[in-house]
T-cell receptor, first 114, second 112 residues
Framework: KAGVTQTPRYLIKTRGQQVTLSCSPI?????VSWYQQTPGQGLQFLFE???????NKGNFPGRFSGRQFSNSRSEMNVSTLELGDSALYLC?????????????FGPGTRLTVL | ELKVEQNPLFLSMQEGKNYTIYCNYS?????LYWYRQDPGKSLESLFV?????AVKQEGRLMASLDTKARLSTLHITAAVHDLSATYFC????????????FGTGTLLAVQP
């Protein structure tokens, strides 16, 4: 069974631009979560989606947004990029929204903002 | 919100030695996870600990959970170079959510 896939794997943008990252969950998984990893702040929760609905959002500014499609694929968007948005963005999928469902992480998208 | 503290931040070990990574958490969490991350790579799930006294072992790694002390440990036995990586513990935040709260990570370097 294929794992979680994320595209693109690497991205370089300049300040002020916007970016869209994509995540395809494991087949049959309906829940997708996003995390940001930086050396300074560590791993921080961004969003959680289940059945196209955002269930939870982390403490990030409104420039960070996301959505989930009917096929469970998810995208996150960051507008007006800042240098501090440079990070590894990880997507995780789980079978359902239950707390017993293990989250499996994708390879990540490394975003560099110049 | 759940808070997770992990120590040490950095651990340099010699091959063949034993050591323990500690993970303290602030409030009740119904499960505790341990992940491994190699440089530039994603997170690999190692263990899920569900209840007080839970102990799981895989190779040279053993994880345990003490919910009364709000403490989980990851014990490394007879370390080998292949274990060099960053190890994270994480708990599930409260409420109806799958939000994981991660510790700061422990960078383990096993020296030959």
């Amino acid at each position: 069974k294929a794992g979680v896939t994320q595209t693109p794997r690497y991205l370089i943008k300049t300040r002020g631009q916007q970016v869209t990252l994509s995540c395809s969950p494991i087949s049959g998984h309906r829940s997708v979560s996003w995390y940001q990893q930086t050396p300074g702040q560590g791993l921080q929760f961004l969003f959680e989606y289940f059945s196209e609905t955002q269930r939870n959002k982390g403490n990030f500014p409104g420039r960070f947004s996301g959505r989930q499609f009917s096929n469970s694929r998810s995208e996150m968007n960051v507008s007006t990029l800042e240098l501090g948005d440079s990070a590894l963005y990880l997507c995780a999928s789980s079978l359902g929204a239950g707390r017993t469902d293990t989250q499996y992480f994708g390879p990540g998208t490394r975003l560099t903002v110049l | 919100e759940l808070k997770v503290e992990q120590n040490p931040l950095f651990l340099s070990m010699q091959e063949g030695k034993n050591y323990t990574i500690y993970c303290n958490y602030s409030t009740t969490s119904d499960r505790l996870y341990w992940y491994r991350q190699d440089p530039g790579k994603s997170l690999e799930s190692l263990f899920v600990l569900l209840s007080n006294g839970a102990v799981k072992q895989e190779g040279r790694l053993m994880a345990s959970l003490d919910t009364k002390a709000r403490l989980s440990t990851l014990h490394i036995t007879a370390a080998v170079h292949d274990l060099s990586a960053t190890y994270f513990c994480a708990g599930l935040d409260g409420g109806a959510t799958n939000k994981l709260i991660f510790g700061t990570g422990t960078l383990l370097a096993v020296q030959p």
